[in-house]
């Protein structure tokens, strides 16, 4: 019964590929995000999708392309990996207002390392 | 703009010693503010916010906005507390924008036995 769930857990790829990480909450939240969490541990959010609709955008390369087929899902398409993007990324989901709004439910990351 | 500071990256302290990691936050507006952690091998997971004013395991933090400031404080560490601390802003939530959390750069906090 996890309530937010990322898949895979750990991604070794070469530089150049495209990968993707899937994401799926069963907490019936409005909202999820995506987080990197750099070599430092410095955790900085990417995106956010409010019932499928893009909310937050921050300043991310136009190669990672999130995509939220319905509120339950949020994945992360990357392409032409490089170095730089190898991190852990984690997916999270909260209500979308409220006193709730700011209490993230995370996943578990997905160790994305790119050689 | 929104930010969080924790000074300390690392942390040490012996089992029964009083711990403190140090947040504090710049923001224009009224803040809210969160403490967040992630155990080893576990999730990162709401620890306390501001606006709760409750103990969580035995941790408390006070909001000084005069200092701007969000301390979290421990009388007596547990080596179970060992794991990495993030103090986390947002503005107040918009009706429909979800969550704008502006995450600290983390403290690792060891407790010795």
């Known amino acids: 019964d996890t309530a937010v769930s990322q898949t895979p857990k750990y991604l070794v790829t070469q530089m150049g590929n495209d990968k993707s990480i899937k994401c799926e909450q069963n907490?019936?939240?409005?909202?999820m995000y995506w987080y990197k969490q750099d070599s430092k541990k410095f955790l900085k959010i990417m995106f956010s999708?409010?019932?499928?609709?893009?909310?937050i955008n921050e300043t991310v390369p136009n190669r990672f392309s999130p995509k939220s087929p319905d509120k339950a899902h949020l994945n992360l398409h990357i392409n032409s990996l490089e170095l730089g993007d190898s991190a852990v990324y984690f997916c999270?989901?909260?209500?979308?207002?409220?006193?709730?709004?700011?209490?993230?439910?995370f996943g578990a990351g997905s160790r994305l390392t790119v050689l | 703009a929104q930010r969080v500071t924790q000074p300390e990256k690392l942390l040490s302290v012996f089992k029964g010693a009083p711990v403190e990691l140090k947040c504090n936050y710049s923001?224009?507006?009224?803040?809210?503010l969160f403490w967040y952690v992630q155990y080893s091998r576990q999730r990162l997971q709401l620890l306390l916010r501001?606006?709760s004013r409750e103990s969580i395991k035995g941790f408390t933090a006070d909001l000084n906005k005069g200092e701007t400031s969000f301390h979290l404080k421990k009388p007596f560490a547990q080596e179970e507390d060992s794991a990495m601390y993030y103090c986390?802003?947002?503005?107040?939530?918009?009706?429909?924008?979800?969550?704008?959390?502006?995450f600290g750069e983390g403290t690792q906090l060891t407790v010795n036995p």
């Open positions: 999270a989901s909260s209500l979308r207002s409220g006193a709730g709004a700011n209490v993230l439910t």
């Open positions: 907490l019936g939240h409005d909202t």
């Open positions: 999708y409010n019932n499928k609709e893009l909310i």
């Open positions: 923001y224009s507006g009224s803040p809210e």
């Open positions: 501001h606006i």
């Open positions: 986390a802003l947002s503005g107040l939530p918009l009706e429909t924008s979800g969550s704008r959390l502006t």
